[in-house]
């Protein structure tokens, strides 16, 4: 079980810059793939970005390719997600999500991929 914390989340004008990040508690936090999604009012839950359980694989969805950037740091059990250039669409809920995949080579680009939700952070881009 892991529980999972976003953080860093706001409001920035168009083309500024944000950090989230999502701490996770539990020991085995290395072993998890992880991801970031988003939720605009009305709409689905879309993936943002995901990343291997080492770190050394990242996926991106096309609309934040060259923005955003997924990193994570197993020793302080957390995972980053950089966001420039921001745009006014891309305002929403974001959330980070657990993959239990016992350090298998793993990507997860939707939401049933995954075991572990947090509760979500806003962000908002003005224009």
């Known amino acids: 079980q892991v529980q999972l914390v976003e953080s860093g989340g706001g409001m920035v004008q168009a083309g500024g810059s944000l950090r989230l990040s999502c701490a996770a508690s539990?020991?085995?936090?290395?072993?998890?793939?992880m991801g970031w999604f988003r939720q605009a009012p009305g709409k689905e839950r879309e993936f943002a970005a995901a990343?291997?359980?080492?770190?050394?694989?990242?996926s991106y969805a096309d609309s934040v390719k060259g923005r955003f950037t997924i990193s994570r740091d197993n020793a302080k059990n957390t995972v980053y997600l950089q966001m420039n250039s921001l745009k006014p669409e891309d305002t929403a809920v974001y959330y980070c999500?657990?993959?239990?995949?016992?350090?298998?080579?793993?990507?997860?680009?939707?939401?049933?991929?995954?075991?572990?939700w947090g509760q979500g952070t806003q962000v908002t881009v003005s224009s």
């Open positions: 999500a657990a993959a239990d995949r016992g350090r298998k080579l793993f990507i997860g680009v939707t939401p049933a991929n995954y075991d572990y």
């Open positions: 539990g020991r085995t936090f290395s072993t998890y793939a």
């Open positions: 990343i291997t359980w080492s770190g050394g694989g990242t």
